[in-house]
Each structure stands twice: as structure tokens, then as C-alpha cells.
T-cell receptor
Framework: KNQVEQSPQSLIILEGKNCTLQ??????????LRWYKQDTGRGPVSLTI?????NTKSNGRYTATLDADTKQSSLHITASQLSDSASYIC???????????FGAGTRLFVKA | NAGVMQNPRHLVRRRGQEARLRCSPM?????VYWYRQLPEEGLKFMVY????????ESGMPKERFSAEFPKEGPSILRIQQVVRGDSAAYFC????????????????FGEGSRLTVL
């Protein structure tokens, strides 16, 4: 069964600190993995997208990694800001079809 | 280039009424996806459409729910005889294909339509 599991479910950190969010998936055959940021009451916005051959991709203070062998991805946020408070969603797509599987998300709270 | 436009942003309906949610994809995008998000939960796939065709509706309830994406105009998600359990945020996303691979197209989301059923 195609699944995407994210951890932790929620996380509280102090402003300026770093954090890492995890995503494990069983989607097969793998096509790509994306991380989205969803602010409260808003639609998700893409942060990174990685295909099978890519193992790291950065977008400003956000760095995503992908290990296609272990089927794991992480999103590292550096020097967190209050505006980073949001849900971060891992999304994995399979080739040969239309299936895009969403993780339940990690809710990040950055406190001053 | 305007993003994905959804309207209404907020909709209140009484039980038994109909709800119609509209989604205009980004210019040049011919693929539309509808997702439902309950409070404190993740996005759940409902339906995937291309112009005039429903490609995958496996996530959409068989009764009361329908979706269309006509040749002209926005995609419509229609919920008939709404019940309280239909209260949720409904997000639309659009994409274009890259090199013929349907799933390498980036998904661009609208801001969602929030349905409240009284």
C-alpha cells in the first residue's frame, strides 16, 4: 500500500534554532518527492521537488534530502523565523499513473 | 500570471442545500485536482480531471459529490444535499505535464474554499 509517514506530528522550537522534519514513504514506483509549506488558512506552497537522481535540494533556509534506497526524506530548516510556523507536508508521486500521496504533515511552531 | 483561483473562499450552507465550489487553474494548465482537508488533518485526494474528462475519482464519495472541468470555464466541485460532515476546506490544484510524465508536473494550489454546513 502506498503510504507517506511524517514525523514528528508537531514540533515547537525557539526562533533562531534549526530543526529537521522527517518523511518515510512506501510509494512505488517512485517518481518524485515534494515538500510543501501550508500556512494556517492558506493553500500549500511548494518548497522543493526532488526526483530519483537527486539527493539534496535547497531553497533558501530550507534544505531537503532524499535517500531513495531507504525511502526517506528530511526537510532541514536553518535559523528558524516566526514566519516558519506552518504545516510542512511531504508529497510523493508514483510513475505510470496519477497517484500522488500526501503525508499528514508536521505542524511547526516557532516561538520568540 | 495569476495563480489558481478558487471561489468562494468561504461558503455557509444549511443541511440539505447544494454547494458549488469553483476552481480556475493557472493559465496553460489542463490538469485539475481537488482535495479535502478536515481541521487538523492532511489533504485527502478526491478527484483528478483534465479538460472535459474525469481521470481518477477514486477519492470522491460515490453519492452527492460530482466534479467537472468543461472545455470552457472553471472546474466545479458540486456537493448535493450537504451534511455537517462535509464541512471542510476544499483545495484545488493545477499542473501541466513535463515530458509526458503526468506526475512530474508541479502542483500549484489555490487558497481553498471553506465550507461550513450548519
Amino acid at each position: 500500500k502506498n503510504q507517506v509517514e511524517q514525523s514528528p506530528q508537531s514540533l515547537i522550537i525557539l526562533e533562531g534554532k534549526n530543526c529537521t522534519l522527517q518523511c518515510n514513504y512506501t510509494v512505488s514506483p517512485f517518481s518524485n518527492l515534494r515538500w510543501y509549506k501550508q500556512d494556517t488558512g492558506r493553500g500549500p506552497v511548494s518548497l522543493t521537488i526532488m526526483t530519483f537522481s537527486e539527493n539534496t535540494k535547497s531553497n533558501g533556509r530550507y534544505t531537503a534530502t532524499l535517500d531513495a534506497d531507504t525511502k526517506q526524506s528530511s526537510l532541514h530548516i536553518t535559523a528558524s523565523q516566526l514566519s516558519d510556523s506552518a504545516s510542512y507536508i511531504c508529497v510523493v508521486s508514483a510513475t505510470g499513473g496519477f497517484k500522488t500521496i500526501f503525508g499528514a504533515g508536521t505542524r511547526l511552531f516557532v516561538k520568540a | 500570471n495569476a495563480g489558481v483561483m478558487q471561489n468562494p473562499r468561504h461558503l455557509v450552507r444549511r443541511r440539505g442545500q447544494e454547494a458549488r465550489l469553483r476552481c480556475s487553474p493557472m493559465k496553460g494548465h489542463s490538469h485539475v485536482y481537488w482535495y479535502r482537508q478536515l481541521p487538523e488533518e492532511g489533504l485527502k485526494f478526491m478527484v483528478y480531471l483534465q479538460k472535459e474528462n474525469i481521470i481518477d475519482e477514486s477519492g470522491m464519495p460515490k453519492e452527492r459529490f460530482s466534479a467537472e472541468f468543461p472545455k470552457e470555464g472553471p472546474s466545479i466541485l458540486r456537493i448535493q444535499q450537504v451534511v455537517r460532515g462535509d464541512s471542510a476546506a476544499y483545495f484545488c490544484a493545477s499542473s501541466t505535464t513535463l515530458g509526458g510524465e503526468i506526475n512530474t508536473g508541479e502542483l500549484f494550489f489555490g487558497e481553498g474554499s471553506r465550507l461550513t454546513v450548519l
